[in-house]
């Protein structure tokens, strides 16, 4: 026994230095062809991965600013429109009251056109009366007289009738 266990010890160095040899050039291949190229692989990826996570981050806080900004935005142009609205109101306020007032002074200046018509109209209607009255009272003084009064004379009697009647009112009014 001592003989086949000599050899298979002697064998099994040589096998387990072959076998250990063998490994290690499997590894180091491996390591060199397969492992390697792998892990450049995915390192590659990693960094890919990373850099499209930075854009992300990146991406992202240009969208919150962008929203920010919008918003502000919205808020201002909100704000315009109020100061707009309000603006408007003011303004309405302000020609209503404008126009009031214009018609205020149309009325008043109708008003006292009208008075002023209606004034004249009233010197012209006693001018009427007095003239048909003094016809009145010569038609009256001639039919009395019974006699004929030529033109001039008729038109004297006619002006100091229209005199006396003018001052009729003043005396009346004293």
């Known amino acids: 026994m001592d003989f086949e266990w000599g050899r298979i010890v002697r064998d099994l160095n040589w096998t387990l230095v072959s076998g250990v040899i063998h490994f290690l ?3 180091w291949l491996l390591k060199r062809l397969l492992f390697k190229p792998a892990l450049e692989y995915l390192d590659q990826r990693r960094e890919k991965i990373a850099g499209r996570m930075e854009a992300a981050r990146i991406d992202q ?6 929203v920010w900004r919008r918003e502000k935005e919205l808020q201002e142009a909100q704000a315009r429109a109020r100061r707009m609205d309000e ?8 020609i209503i009251t404008q126009a009031k ?4 002074i149309e009325a008043a200046q109708i008003i006292t056109d009208a008075q002023i018509v209606s004034e004249r109209e009233q010197e012209l209607m006693r001018a009427d009366l007095r003239h ?6 010569v038609s009256g003084a001639a039919q009395v007289l019974e006699r004929e009064i030529n033109i001039d004379d008729h038109r004297q009697l006619i002006d100091k009738l229209l005199a006396s009647i003018e001052e009729e009112p003043m005396r009346m009014a004293q």
């Open 87 to 94: 603006e408007a109101g003011n303004r309405a306020e302000e």
């Open 25 to 27: 050039i499997l590894v």
């Open 101 to 104: 007032e214009q018609a205020k």
């Open 61 to 66: 806080e240009r969208a919150v600013q962008l």
């Open 132 to 137: 048909a009255y003094a016809e009145i009272v």
